[in-house]
């Protein structure tokens, strides 16, 4: 087929960390806000679906142009080489979204999108009967529309890539794993050294920077809905999946501990790891982190601890951001990391950041604590 054009969606904030990830694979990119567009072939598809540790999905751009009225979004769509990418007994829902445009009605773009591939592909495959068989492979396509510009895509991943395809569970509030991906992407963490996440949770952050320090791809060990795509095929997915294999480094000795104050999130975050492949690299433990010491030096603590938005829950989680910040003092070589909400923190924690970061969790605006300690010497 030649060049795409594809869209690494992203959380606000992850963006230019999306954005290094698809250099890393080898790729020129644009990073704009909530995406990174690059241009690629066939086997980037597969390579950034299995890859991309903190992009939302994969999206394939069909087509970007202006639409004020529904009949120039029908003809523009109408237009597009939509026979290029589905066969004629594809399934292809339509979704929509729209904001500040002047086709505000998004079941109405939906359905005029859907009319007009309908009319394209019966041309494109000289079909005289009145719809398309839909029993054939999945493809999702989109029309978004951002202040009268209509921009036509088809998801190429499926379930979003967060689902890595080992969580067995997940307890509350759980913490997104392309999220957690980005915090241990933005430390100092080497895998040659200890690293420590003192609210693990379902294992999330540990699990992710396992997956990292054997530089194992996110996407081992999942499905992606453009496997079953013709023009993709199995041969360009069997040596994406290869090149996981071969670059996956597993002899790579790791020092990763996860501990919770919750013993029930200690057992599920046991079995997300043994589920991951990674029950004896991760070790858990139920603790406080006021009772957190060590004697190793050079590490690195990830964590994403409560952040007292609940009533009643705020003095009891200042306390506790005091004392971390007592634990934690005595670890000069150590590097600290934490998101929380709570704006407050560095005054609790006793201590100023030596950088922060705007990220959301969620919906919710954090900042990323950042605690460098002091470097090791050199060789």
Request: neutral net charge; proline residues 4%; hydrophobic residues 35%.
């Amino acid at each position: 087929m030649g060049k795409l054009t594809l869209i690494a969606t992203s959380a606000m904030g992850l963006e230019a960390v999306v954005g290094k990830e698809v250099k890393d694979l080898g790729y020129d990119c644009t990073v704009e806000n909530g995406k990174v567009i690059f241009e690629a072939d066939e086997l980037a598809v597969c390579r950034s679906n299995l890859w991309l540790r903190t992009a939302d999905r994969i999206k394939i751009k069909v087509g970007e142009f202006k639409a004020r009225t529904f009949d120039e979004l029908f003809e523009a769509t109408k237009s597009l080489n939509w026979g290029d990418y589905l066969p004629e007994n594809a399934e292809f829902p339509v979704i929509g979204k729209s904001v500040k445009s002047t086709l505000a009605s998004v079941p109405d773009c939906q359905s005029i999108v859907k009319k007009a591939i309908v009319e394209n592909l019966k041309k494109h495959y000289k079909k005289t009967s009145a719809w398309l068989e839909e029993n054939g492979p999945f493809y999702r396509v989109e029309v978004a529309l951002l202040k009268d510009v209509a921009t036509l895509t088809i998801d190429a991943s499926g379930s979003g890539l967060h689902k890595r395809g080992f969580r067995t569970d997940q307890g509350q509030a759980p913490i997104k794993e392309t999220l957690a991906a980005a915090m241990v992407l933005l430390t100092n963490w080497k895998p040659d050294r200890p690293f420590v996440d003192p609210f693990c949770g379902s294992g999330t952050i540990p699990i992710e920077a396992a997956l990292i320090g054997q530089n194992i791809a996110p996407g081992f060990n999942r499905d992606f809905v453009s496997e079953d795509w013709h023009w993709i095929g199995k041969d360009k997915w069997n040596t994406a999946r290869q090149e996981v294999e071969d670059k996956a480094n597993y002899d790579q000795p790791l020092e990763i501990h996860g501990h919770d104050i919750d013993h029930r999130m200690i057992r599920i975050a046991e079995a997300n790891a043994e589920e991951a492949g990674f029950n004896d690299l991760i070790t858990f433990k139920q603790m406080q982190v006021k009772d957190f010491t060590t004697r190793q030096e050079y590490g690195t603590i990830v964590g994403n601890p409560p952040y007292g938005e609940r009533l009643g829950e705020k003095k009891a989680v200042e306390q506790m951001y005091r004392e971390m910040g007592k634990a934690f003092e005595p670890l000069d070589t150590w590097s600290i990391y934490m998101l929380t909400s709570n704006e407050n923190f560095e005054t609790l924690y006793g201590k100023p950041a030596t950088k922060k970061r705007k990220l959301f969790n969620g919906f919710i605006r954090t900042d990323y604590y950042q605690y460098w300690g002091k470097r090791p010497p050199r060789n």
